[in-house]
Structures are given as C-alpha cells and as structure tokens.
C-alpha cells in the first residue's frame, strides 16, 4: 500500500512539473500560447471572432476599435482590467485569471492583432 501512495505522489508530482514547463515553454515564445489563452479566457466574452458575444463587450476588429491603439495601452488595460464608456460591463485584471503572466498577455494580443487582420 505504501508503494502505491508513493507511487501516486511521484505522478502527481511529475504531471504537474510537466504542466509547469509546458506553461514556461508558451509563454517563452511558442505562437500557440496567445491562441491557447485567448481561447480558455478571453473567448467567453469576446467571442471567436472578436465581435464580442455579450452586450456592451465591444467589437475588436473594427479599424478604429480597441486594437487599433498601442499595445502599451491595451497591455496595461489588460493588466489593470477596464470598463469600455457606455458598457455595463468591465473586463477584469489579466481577464480574470490573476495566473496569467505578462508574456501571456502579450501573446494574446499579438494573437488578437494577427486573427482579425488589425496591425499594431
């Protein structure tokens, strides 16, 4: 019984370092991790195309919407969390997840930028 338990503490423990390097290897550079975050957080209220899928959520891939200004604005809005004028909701810090990193961040807007055709 005793070998089982260790067993099962060992796996545990090599599935979750694992899980970790996998995490440091997205946000190292691998272009998946915007994709990978964009679409376990941000999709929810964003939608798959960026049109947004929520009333007052607004629409990402217009010319002069929210990814047509610099990145160090959306980034910090990103970070800090941010309440669109006239929209009754507010996206909150890091969308949610206070786990997501800065290089998480950045890889969701180059992520954003690339898949609705809105150059920096």
Same mark, same amino acid.
């Given at each position: 019984?005793?070998?089982?338990?260790?067993?099962?503490?060992?796996?545990?423990?090599?599935?979750?370092?694992?899980?970790?390097?996998?995490?440091?290897?997205?946000?190292?550079?691998?272009?998946?991790?915007?994709?990978?975050?964009?679409?376990?957080?941000?999709?929810?209220?964003? +939608?798959?195309?960026?049109? #947004? &899928?929520?009333?007052?959520? !607004?629409?990402?891939? @217009?010319?002069? /919407? $929210?990814?047509?200004? %610099?990145?160090?604005?959306?980034?910090?809005?990103?970070?800090? +969390?941010?309440?669109?004028? #006239? &929209?009754?909701?507010?996206? !909150?810090?890091?969308? @949610?997840?206070? /786990? $997501?990193?800065?290089? %998480?961040?950045?890889?969701?807007?180059?992520?954003?930028?690339?898949?609705?055709?809105?150059?920096?």
């Amino acid at each position: 019984m005793r070998y089982r338990s260790s067993r099962a503490r060992y796996l545990a423990t090599a599935v979750l370092s694992m899980a970790s390097v996998s995490s440091h290897a997205y946000a190292a550079g691998n272009p998946d991790r915007g994709a990978a975050v964009f679409n376990g957080t941000c999709i929810a209220c964003h +939608g798959s195309d960026g049109s #947004g &899928s929520l009333p007052g959520v !607004p629409d990402l891939t @217009g010319r002069a /919407g $929210l990814l047509s200004q %610099d990145d160090t604005v959306l980034l910090k809005r990103m970070t800090e +969390g941010f309440q669109s004028p #006239g &929209s009754p909701l507010a996206m !909150p810090s890091r969308g @949610g997840d206070p /786990g $997501l990193s800065d290089a %998480d961040l950045k890889a969701v807007l180059e992520y954003m930028r690339k898949e609705f055709k809105i150059a920096p």
